[in-house]
């Protein structure tokens, strides 16, 4: 019992940590979680989830897939869909299935499998593995289009892939006479059946529950958590792999629905699922033998070389024929294909079922898998973002700023990071005000930013920092308050609380509602939008090894008011009352200084 709970702490704080490392590195997270599976796993053996879970292990990573999957859908709304929809199905039906022609047709040739390894591996490696490419869309932040198209494919892909491999594998049983055609069709039929109108139905009783009050909020969650673990054990009893699909559609269902709660649901999935996809993934690299990996030849090299620049390459462009995608796109999307949990979970499934029935080389899906989820992982982890910048299909080319409230000072900040080259948007509920960032040939967006129709249009991958500076302080704290859990607590700013307010208001102010504040309690809307009428205007000062933050404050008017620090890596810094413990040479200083300061600059030049 002590050896499970203390290999369970290590999985957690592997994979968690992984994930921080990732962060702090900028690296893709899928990488160092590989790493750290390989480390613990077969490298030093501390590690070995087959002898530690023995039977439990197979059906616990199963339900992680499960519930990831669904996260996944949930996080699907057709709204976001981005006019990639005709791609999206022409990717996921045409360009699978001739991914799946020529991929038979690689491991039977190149990988010398007999054909019953090479259908049934072919079929599983049609999924593109959402576990994977989301974390590393997340990080490359491509444009909304092809985000949009890879996202849909990773997800929609995963349970297609596995019903085919499950249909290749009883057509593989049909044939050899351990069961009548007849049999299949009819499980083949209902599995569908229950996944897809199943899936739909449940989704729909959900809403029904949900909308009509008939579940207290504290029950929601616990009970969406079952729902998708009992649909999947039911569809997995009709036909194998089937329960894939069934918690996919009703991930769609909830996603696109409008329940009041679904915003707090997905928060909660996200954190859940990352916390699944980190372990599982250690759990599933720790679970390689090294023994098999000293097996993987020059023709398992040939095999994934040709699955990633012949195969990939060539389903998506004829299979996109036609969908209205650019060459740039078309050639992104050709290249960016890693596979994940899902292709090495259900490999290993059949490599015992295939070995089982009569095809003793099915023993080799499983290291053939991890090879193609190794190679594609590095190989795309590490391409996506550099050839997306060099495609001109990122969305952003350093971080932005999203400033909500159309003003005179909103107006001047904005101009001002125009002129250092960093992206802003300024968005606004009131179509008047905007015209101030209009006449300034500003990016700006009108609409009620808490919206979900605004959220839904707003590239919000393009900003990294958020600004609320409307004129309404309660209307400023609700929209960090929105926006805090999308781009971090950190990175969502607004005016400082009055000082009227009492000092236990304010620390609970802080703690539960609102953002990080911006500026002093005295610098308001009011004030800043005064002076600013004034002449005041932003400067700019940059920092350099002779002339540091020391003599930039000798150097600043009495009156001046310090902003924004802008650091060498174009990381955004609202100021307010903390001053920074040290500031990097190469930093920008955005402040807002007196009209006469113009005027003694010129008479001392």
Known sequence: MDSVVIALAMIGVAGVGAQWLAWRWSLPAIVLLLVAGFLIGPATGVLNPNALFGDLLRPTVALGVAVILFEGGLSLNFQRIGGVEKAV????????????????????????????????????????????????????????????????EAILADPLGALLAVFMFEGYLVYHGDHGFWVLAVRAVAGLLIGGVGGWALGRGLIWLFVGGRVPEFLKVPLIFVSVMGAYALSDLVLEESG???????????????????????????????????????????????????????????FVLVLLFVIRPISVWVGTIGAHLSWKERLLVGWIAPRGIVAVAVSGLFARSLVEHGAPDGERLAVLSFAVVVATVFAHGFTLGPFARWLGLSSHSGPGLLIVGASRFSVALATKLKTLDINSLTVDRNWGKLRLSRNAGLANHYGEVLSEEVENELPLENYSVL????????????????????????????????????????????????????????????????????????????????????????????KAIVLMLIEPTKKLRPMNSSVPATVASGSTILSLVPSEYAAEREKAS
């Open 467 to 558: 600004l609320a500076v409307t004129d309404n302080d309660d209307y400023n704290a609700l929209v960090t308050t929105n926006f805090g859990p999308l781009m971090g607590r950190g990175e969502v700013y607004q005016f400082a609380p009055s000082e009227e307010q009492s000092e236990k208001e304010k620390f609970r102010r802080v703690v539960t509602l609102g953002g990080r504040p911006f500026l002093t309690p005295e610098h308001s809307y009011n004030d800043l939008e005064t002076k600013i009428r004034e002449g005041w205007f932003i400067k700019a000062s940059e920092l350099t090894d002779t002339y540091g933050w020391d003599a930039f404050q000798e150097a600043l008017p009495e």
């Open 89 to 152: 199905w022409r990717l996921v039906l045409l360009g699978a299935f001739i991914a799946f022609l020529l991929g038979a047709l690689n491991a039977h040739y190149i990988a010398e499998l007999s054909w019953p390894s090479a259908l049934v591996f072919a079929a599983i490696l049609i999924v593109t593995g959402p576990t994977v490419i989301i974390p590393l869309l997340r990080q490359a932040r491509l444009e909304r289009r092809v985000s949009s198209l890879l996202r849909w």
């Open 244 to 302: 894939l699909l069934t918690v996919t559609v009703l991930g769609l269902v909830l996603g696109n629905s409008r329940l009041a709660s679904l915003e707090e649901l997905k928060r909660f999935k996200e954190a859940v699922t990352i916390i699944l996809v980190s372990s599982v993934f250690i759990v599933l690299t720790a679970s390689v033998q090294l023994g098999s990996l000293a097996e993987f030849g020059l023709e398992d090299l040939a």
